[in-house]
């Protein structure tokens, strides 16, 4: 938005870098309702391993980022299951 963009600047605020804005867009939160009772299963630690290494490959495609720039963190409260995921992204230099 170029009009918040001037606002900022008028009010003196500094600009954002591109990665930050990145950053804030690519945090992702998935929620579910689980059935009454369901406890986690075993394999649940590798899934979520597993999960953190497949976005990790997709998003590198795209932008620049390190291996251990993801987070991913499962929380369970009650019957509800949220999954959030977090990536930083690295500077572009150049164009691209």
Known sequence: MAGLSLLDRWLGRKPRSTASIAKERL???LMRELPEGQAS???ESARLQQLQEEILAVVAKYYPVDADAIKVHLERKEN???LEVNITLNERTGSG
Do not use: G, R
């Open 27 to 29: 945090t992702m939160v």
């Open 80 to 82: 509800v299951e949220m």
């Open 41 to 43: 299963s075993p394999e």
